[in-house]
């Protein structure tokens, strides 16, 4: 016998098996455990949903059912055509869509100009500016109230919308910073290097090179401050006093009553109120997968 040659250990096709088993059954938890999660995620969303179909002898009813026996549109046609508190939805719409819209702009112009200075430069005060973004965010938004009432009354922008788009955006624009901060400095500096020795210039690098590559950033920070100014109530309630500039949030409050409040209403406004909010994730989702393959570098 040789010495040389070296004895490979016996495979066991027990063991073998009893490996695929256990790999399969824990394929089969994970993704037990992920549907589960789901379902308890999805269920209030499937509740409102089908609650903004029943008529009201089925909401009520003493047996609820998940889907409603008789469908109804009555909930949503008072919701959009019932003129609540004399103002029309289209108006509390188009409010909501306003502010939504110049904050998601805004925030994400200024947060992107930020992220390139904060991740690209070194300049004085650069830690203490990044820890300030941190403290911004720990401060409880109910302890601001008073403050930027009195702000905003200074500088005569009480009730008003563009008064209220300035707080959004300056809530919107910290978390923004530092989400991107991170997007602009994974973006190897050599891409940009090799697009000055093409003959690019800065402003040139930074669309054909840096946007591309930080769009999955700019999009996931969209989606926080499109929703973040959707749904706010808090300030909105507070700072606007004229009925015609009421949001949608402010809209719900009007269904709820000392003597009962209209479930049917507010399951249809509440639908209604989550709808765009998915057609928007649904419009810039795509550009995070375009930026994600965006900008590759050919060898």
């Known amino acids: 016998m040789n010495p040389s040659h070296s004895h490979k250990p016996a495979v066991h096709p027990g063991g073998a098996r009893r490996r695929g088993r256990s790999r399969v059954l824990r394929k089969v938890v994970l993704n037990g455990t992920g549907l589960l999660v789901f379902l308890f995620a999805v269920f209030p969303v499937f509740w409102m949903a089908s609650t903004a179909f029943k008529p009201n002898e089925e909401i009520f009813s003493s047996t609820p059912k998940p889907l409603p026996s008789h469908p109804t549109l009555d909930h949503f046609d008072l919701v959009l055509n019932g003129g609540i508190a004399e103002v029309s939805f289209w108006e509390y719409f188009r409010n909501s869509a306003v502010l939504a819209l110049v904050t998601v702009i805004v ?107 930080v769009a999955p950033g700019l999009v996931a920070t969209s989606i926080f401050s499109f929703i973040t100014a959707w749904n706010e109530f808090i300030f909105a309630y507070t700072f606007l006093e004229d009925q015609s500039k009421f949001t949608l949030p402010i809209m719900l409050q009007f269904f709820f009553g000392r003597s009962g409040n209209a479930w049917g209403p507010i399951m249809a406004a509440s639908t209604l109120l989550t709808i765009p909010v998915i057609v928007f994730f649904l419009i810039v989702q795509r550009r995070m997968v375009t930026g994600l393959t965006a900008g590759a570098v050919k060898g």
């Open 107 to 213: 925030s994400s112009l200024f947060a992107l100009l930020a992220a390139v200075a904060v991740a690209r430069f070194r300049f004085r005060f650069r830690t203490t500016f990044l820890i300030m973004l941190l403290i911004v965010q720990m401060v409880p938004l109910e302890a601001l109230v008073i403050p930027l009432f009195l702000d905003l009354k200074k500088l005569e922008l009480w009730n008003s919308l563009s008064g209220l788009a300035l707080v959004y955006i300056g809530f919107a624009v910290p978390f923004a910073i530092w989400m991107l901060r991170g997007f602009v400095a994974a973006v190897p500096r050599e891409l940009e290097e090799a697009a000055a020795i093409d003959g690019a210039g800065p402003i040139r690098t930074f669309f054909k090179v840096m946007l591309p590559l």
